[in-house]
């Protein structure tokens, strides 16, 4: 059973507009969360991360939210970009072992000029 | 410096034939992580390291899967027998050892089993 779920394959936004990619996940010890970005033929590279103590973390155009009691975060990229296209992975550790990061299925945006 | 560094970047074999994937990873780190990424189960954490150690290795699918870590600069997964469900991109990851380390990943094995 996925412990981190990203219910969207896929999603298509428009250059300049906002993306809102989502996650869900089910195991309440998780209380640090991080976004991974992969493009084809690489390996995902870090995003962005937000702590349970937290609701939101802003990074440039980078927007985390976390909604602890709906278990739900979500990342806003604003304006979206061309180069904003990829798979973005949604990830869980928990304090018992912050090492062991779960990931998510992956989403993924394509961002049409 | 270099990033994480895997070879083969594909790998193409024929059912029942053995596979070893190898992994070097950024110096100084004391992390090391093995993933898989398939379209149906996505980025599963197979096992990792803690200096050299395994610590975690409960996503192993099966006994036909091991890996080690001889020193701190390298490590191997080997599949043997290979089936063809084991076909996927296999992800070596590296961190350092501050806890919600960020994870630096290879650009991946892709692995065809015939």
């Known amino acids: 059973d996925q412990q981190v779920k990203q219910n969207s394959p896929s999603l298509s936004v428009q250059e300049g507009r906002i993306s809102i990619l989502n996650c869900d996940y089910t195991n309440s010890m998780f209380d640090y969360f991080l976004w991974y970005k992969k493009y084809p033929a690489e390996g995902p590279t870090f995003l962005i991360s937000i702590s349970s103590i937290k609701d939101k973390n802003e990074d440039g155009r980078f927007t985390v939210f976390l909604n602890k009691s709906a278990k739900h975060l979500s990342l806003h990229i604003v304006p979206s970009q061309p180069g904003d296209s990829a798979v973005y992975f949604c990830?869980?550790?928990?304090?018992?072992?912050?090492?062991?990061?779960?990931f998510g299925p992956g989403t993924s945006l394509s961002v049409i000029p | 410096d270099a990033g994480v560094i895997q070879s083969p970047r594909h790998e193409v074999t024929e059912m029942g034939q053995e596979v070893t994937l190898r992994c070097k990873p950024i110096?100084?780190?004391?992390?090391l992580f093995w993933y898989r990424q398939t379209m149906m189960r996505g980025l599963e954490l197979l096992i990792y390291?803690?200096?050299?150690?395994?610590?975690?290795d409960s996503g192993m699918p099966e006994d036909r899967f091991s890996a080690k870590m001889p020193n701190a600069s390298f490590s191997t997964l080997k599949i043997q027998p290979s089936e063809p469900r084991d076909s996927a991109v296999y992800f070596c990851?590296?961190?350092?050892?501050?806890?919600?380390?960020?994870?630096?990943f290879g650009p991946g094995t892709r692995l065809t089993v015939l």
């Open positions: 390291f803690n200096n050299n150690v395994p610590i975690d």
């Open positions: 990851a590296s961190s350092s050892t501050s806890p919600k380390g960020e994870q630096f």
């Open positions: 110096s100084g780190h004391d992390y």
């Open positions: 990830a869980a550790s928990a304090e018992t072992s912050y090492d062991k990061v779960i």
